[in-house]
């Protein structure tokens, strides 16, 4: 089963707007990632925030955390085409012993010019 | 710095035929990944190693896929005999330390169709 779960699933808004994505999980976590991935690449990496830190920025991004209601969000202000992707959040959580890595599924952003 | 490279990009087999997949980490990471990520959805650990150690390697359906990382750099992916449900893109990911829950650095994937 999948820690974090992303909404909306998918997002379409004009170019210079603002988009918001928002991910809960399930269970304590040590930090909360979010990732992009463009059609047909890998994940890039695009902030990590911990969980004794509440908001977190970088550029255009802003990334909330609220451990109380097990939910975060990801801000992109001022949208421009480029930012047309699937962005991921993912937690920590402890299988069988090991820790690893859990994504969502994804929320599908899609900027119009 | 070279980032994490893989290959092929695309395969398509058909189904009972063997595959593999090759992945080469970003220098100087010991900890290295391999995802499966389905349409629609975000990757799922497969395995995860430690140099040459595969640490956690309970997601991995040991019945018709296996892992190596024999020099505790470069790993290979192996399924035999594929099957239609395969069909995914398989990611590969490295991290510079052992913590599995900081940043990882992923390669583009190889999408794989069995048909």
């Known amino acids: 089963s999948q820690q974090g779960e992303e909404d909306p699933q998918a997002l379409s808004i004009q170019e210079g707007e603002n988009a918001t994505m928002n991910c809960s999980y399930k269970?304590?976590?040590?930090?909360l990632q979010w990732y992009r991935q463009n059609s047909g690449r890998g994940l890039v990496h695009l902030i990590l925030?911990?969980?004794?830190?509440r908001e977190k920025h970088s550029g255009r991004l802003r990334v909330t955390l609220d451990t109380s209601k097990k939910s975060s969000s990801l801000l992109i202000t001022a949208s421009r085409a480029a930012d047309t992707a699937s962005y991921f959040c993912?937690?920590?959580?402890?299988?069988?012993?090991?820790?690893?890595?859990?994504f969502g599924q994804g929320t599908r952003l899609t900027i119009n010019p | 710095e070279a980032g994490v490279v893989q290959s092929p990009r695309y395969k398509i087999i058909e189904k009972k035929q063997p595959v593999a997949f090759w992945c080469n980490p970003i220098?100087?990471?010991?900890?290295l990944y391999w995802y499966r990520q389905n349409l629609g959805q975000g990757p799922e650990l497969l395995i995860r190693?430690?140099?040459?150690?595969?640490?956690?390697d309970s997601q991995l359906p040991k019945d018709r896929f296996s892992a190596e990382r024999l020099k505790g750099v470069d790993s290979t992916l192996k399924i035999q005999p594929a099957e239609l449900g395969d069909s995914a893109v398989y990611l590969c990911?490295?991290?510079?330390?052992?913590?599995?829950?900081?940043?990882?650095?992923f390669g583009p994937g190889t999408r794989l169709t069995v048909l």
């Open positions: 990911a490295s991290s510079h330390d052992q913590l599995a829950y900081n940043e990882q650095f």
């Open positions: 269970t304590s976590i040590n930090n």
């Open positions: 925030i911990r969980s004794n830190e």
């Open positions: 993912a937690t920590d959580a402890r299988s069988q012993g090991a820790q690893k890595l859990v």
């Open positions: 220098s100087g990471h010991n900890t």
């Open positions: 190693y430690e140099n040459e150690e595969a640490v956690d």
